[in-house]
């Protein structure tokens, strides 16, 4: 007889007690977000400031302008698109209003107007290509490791092996009883990358799991 299918659907605050933002949290950081809140070197690395540490180079154009184009489109989509309400914000839908232009020029005349007054007003000597497909290219690539940044923990690298991690020893207890007489599914969000790092590790789980992108498990 085939085994019986159990599924889980987790919500935003599962991963909160292990340190991880809530999506209330990350969508409030990122629609208030100010050039002077993250790094952006030359090779495009950037991450948010953790510590008391700045860049010391972040005064310079390539740096300054794109990390100012961050702040002020994200205000230019706060008004224009959710009337204001930045508590409408979602960076899902965010990334994606970024990534429909590029792909298909959605909205153009509305983002071609607003990156032709922003460098009227701040890039007047062109140092690199600043029309609007590449300004909000590069926005693309920044808000992208800003997210990742919000979302992963340094020990998520490193490897280790647990049989035990409260407050959640409970929860994944039952997963290792369900496991033996059960197909069980886990839904989360995608950016849930605490459910992955536990499941990857832990004794009796890791050997049944798969994130959905292999046939591990």
């Not at 959605?106 to 000597?125: G, P, V, W």
């Not at 994944?172 to 950016?191: A, D, P, Q």
Request: aromatic share 20%.
């Amino acid at each position: 007889m085939d085994n019986k299918t159990v599924s889980f659907l987790l919500g935003s605050g599962f991963s909160i007690p292990e340190g991880l933002p809530s999506l209330t949290e990350i969508n409030s950081k990122l629609s208030q977000i100010k050039e002077a809140d993250f790094y952006l070197f030359s090779d495009q690395t950037a991450g948010f400031y953790h510590s008391d540490w700045t860049d010391p180079n972040g005064w310079m154009p390539s740096s300054f302008l794109d990390r100012l184009f961050v702040q002020e489109f994200t205000v230019f989509y706060c008004k224009e698109y959710l009337q204001g309400n930045y508590g409408e914000f979602n960076y899902e839908k965010f990334y994606d209003f970024i990534s429909d232009f590029i792909s298909f020029k959605i909205e153009k005349n509305k983002i071609d107007l607003f990156c032709e007054s922003f460098n009227q007003e701040y890039a007047k000597t062109k140092i690199y290509s600043n029309d609007s497909h590449n300004w909000l290219w590069r926005l693309k690539g920044v808000l992208n490791q800003l997210i990742a940044d919000l979302l992963n923990i340094p020990k998520y690298y490193g490897y280790g092996s647990y049989s035990n991690y409260p407050p959640y020893g409970a929860f994944f207890g039952l997963l290792r009883e369900l496991l033996k007489e059960n197909v069980v599914n886990v839904h989360t969000l995608n950016h849930d990358l605490f459910f992955d790092f536990m499941c990857e590790r832990l004794s009796d789980l890791w050997q049944h799991y798969t994130d959905g992108y292999t046939e591990c498990g």
